[in-house]
Structures are given as C-alpha cells and as structure tokens.
C-alpha cells in the first residue's frame, strides 16, 4: 500500500485450467509421436564434455563409441 491505496495486487499469471489443457496438449502430442517429454532425470556426467574434433573420426565413430561405452 501507498498512502492507504493498493499500488498493486499479486496473482497467478496461469489458471489451474490453463495448466490443465496445456497438459492435455502436451499428452496428445506425444501419444501422436510428434514430441516425447524428458524423463526429468538430470543429464549425464559427461553430457556437456566435447566430443572429437572435426574430421578426426566422424560422426559414426562417435555414436558407436558412445553406444559401446552405454552397453
């Protein structure tokens, strides 16, 4: 309050409701296969090291490298 008047009122800028269809639109995007949401899990340990340099290697030899190193 400034001088006994309301300057400004706080409230929630997204409605229950409005989470709720964006809910239903997310759920409908990935039952079509068009996203698939995250699993919540935090990335990797390694997941922001660089990987090998340009040239040196290839994109192939990496993601096989990768998937051997995953099992």
Same mark, same amino acid.
Do not use: T, W, Y
């Given at each position: 309050m400034q001088g006994g008047k309301v300057i400004a *009122? !706080?409230?929630q800028s997204v409605t229950q409701a409005a989470r709720d269809d964006d809910e239903v639109i997310l $759920?409908? !995007? *990935? @039952? @079509?296969? +068009? +996203? &698939?949401r995250g699993s919540g899990e935090p990335f990797p340990e390694d997941f922001f090291e660089p990987g =090998? =340099? $340009?040239g040196q290697g290839g994109t192939l030899a990496a993601l096989q490298? *990768? @998937? @051997? &190193?995953r099992g």
């Open positions: *009122e !706080l409230v $759920a409908d !995007l *990935e @039952r @079509r296969g +068009i +996203i &698939k =090998p =340099p $340009a490298e *990768e @998937r @051997r &190193k």
